[in-house]
Nanobody
Framework: VQLQAYGGGLVQAGGFLRLSCAAS????????MGWFRQAPGKERELVAS????????YYRDSVKGRFTISRDDAKNTGFLQMNSLKPEDTAVYYC???????????????WGQGTLVTVSS
C-alpha cells in the first residue's frame, strides 16, 4: 500500500487542522493505521492509532481530548482532526500503516511522506 499525507500548514495556537492520509495500491481496510510526528531535534513519536474497522483507538496523553483519529475505508483514507493546537504540536506528521504485530507491538511497514504542521504562539 502507498500512503500520502496532506493537510498540514501554519495555524495559530488554539486553531485546528485536519490531516488526511490517502491510501492506494491495496485495500485500506486490511491495515491498522497510525499518525506519528517528529519535531526538530526530537525522536519520532506515535500520536494516535486506529485498528482495522476503527473499533479501537489510541492517543498519547498530550493529545487526548484535542485530537481525533478516524478512517473511511470506503474512501481509502485516514484522518487526524487536530483541535486546540499548541506550539508544542509543531512537527512533521506522518501517517503509517501495517498489518502485523510483533511482541504485542504494531509493526508499521508503510509510511507516507509527511506533512508539516506549524503552530504559532
Amino acid at each position: 500500500v502507498q500512503l500520502q499525507a496532506y493537510g498540514g500548514g501554519l495555524v495559530q495556537a488554539g486553531g485546528f487542522l485536519r490531516l488526511s492520509c490517502a491510501a492506494s495500491g491495496d485495500t485500506f481496510s486490511r491495515y491498522f493505521m497510525g499518525w506519528f510526528r517528529q519535531a526538530p531535534g526530537k525522536e519520532r513519536e506515535l500520536v494516535a492509532s486506529i485498528i482495522r474497522r476503527g473499533d479501537s483507538t489510541y492517543y498519547r496523553d498530550s493529545v487526548k481530548g484535542r485530537f481525533t483519529i478516524s478512517r473511511d475505508d470506503a474512501k481509502n483514507t485516514g484522518f487526524l482532526q487536530m483541535n486546540s493546537l499548541k506550539p508544542e504540536d509543531t512537527a512533521v506528521y506522518y501517517c503509517a500503516a501495517g498489518q502485523y504485530y510483533s511482541g504485542g507491538s504494531a509493526q508499521y511497514d508503510y509510511w507516507g511522506q509527511g506533512t508539516l504542521v506549524t503552530v504559532s504562539s
